[in-house]
T-cell receptor, first 112, second 112 residues
Framework: KQEVTQIPAALSVPEGENLVLNCSFT??????LQWFRQDPGKGLTSLLL?????REQTSGRLNASLDKSSGRSTLYIAASQPGDSATYLC???????????FGAGTRLFVKA | DGGITQSPKYLFRKEGQNVTLSCEQN?????MYWYRQDPGQGLRLIYY???????QKGDIAEGYSVSREKKESFPLTVTSAQKNPTAFYLC???????????FGDGTRLSIL
């Protein structure tokens, strides 16, 4: 059974710092991995989608990497800003099924 | 603008009462999903529909029911059989089951 873990559960950093969020999964037979952002009381906004054949994806100050063999993905945020404060979730789609398994998220707070 | 609309934003349920959460999308997506989010946990799949007039149970379907009579609508009914319904409910859609999911802003359900 696929399990997705995100560590740390919460993170506080000063503005301007580069940071890395971690996501690990137990079954490497994945179809794709997606990173989402969730603001308080809101739905999820897709940030980056990495297909199983890809190693990384980039969008602006965000870079997501995927290492299937070790069961890990990282989300790198460059030059963090207070507006980046939110909960970041990773989600894994398994090759053997339709469902997407979500991690519990990392709550990020960027201090001005 | 195209998107997913969930209503109401807040909903209260009395003991023994069924309540229905609305989800409408104008993205012309075939697939739609319902998730439940509890504090400190990842999203859990309640039901999903890959095409109109068809739907399947997710991981936690007990106490819930859905219908998919129209492509743009996927309402979720929380029945009195669901003994712990207090949660944040998120609806999502995707072009098909292989594409990224887009989320609504959620409905927060509480017990009176």
């Amino acid at each position: 059974k696929q399990e997705v873990t995100q560590i740390p559960a919460a993170l506080s950093v000063p503005e301007g710092e580069n940071l890395v969020l971690n996501c690990s999964f137990t079954d490497s037979a994945i179809y794709n991995l997606q990173w989402f952002r969730q603001d308080p009381g809101k739905g999820l906004t897709s940030l980056l989608l990495i297909q199983s054949s890809q190693r990384e994806q980039t969008s602006g100050r965000l870079n997501a990497s995927l290492d299937k063999s070790s069961g890990r993905s990282t989300l790198y945020i460059a030059a963090s800003q207070p507006g980046d404060s939110a909960t970041y979730l990773c989600a894994v789609r398994h090759t053997g099924g339709f469902k997407t398994i979500f991690g519990a998220g990392t709550r990020l707070f960027v201090k001005a | 603008d195209g998107g997913i609309t969930q209503s109401p934003k807040y909903l209260f349920r009395k003991e023994g009462q069924n309540v229905t959460l609305s989800c409408e999308q104008n993205l012309n997506h075939d697939a739609m999903y319902w998730y439940r989010q509890d504090p400190g946990q990842g999203l859990r799949l309640i039901y999903y529909s890959q095409i109109v007039n068809d739907f399947q149970k997710g991981d936690i379907a007990e106490g819930y029911s859905v219908s998919r009579e129209k492509k743009e609508s996927f309402p979720l009914t929380v029945t009195s059989a669901q003994k712990n319904p207090t949660a944040f409910y998120l609806c999502a859609s995707s072009i098909d089951s292989d594409q990224p999911q887009h989320f609504g802003d959620g409905t927060r359900l509480s017990i009176l």
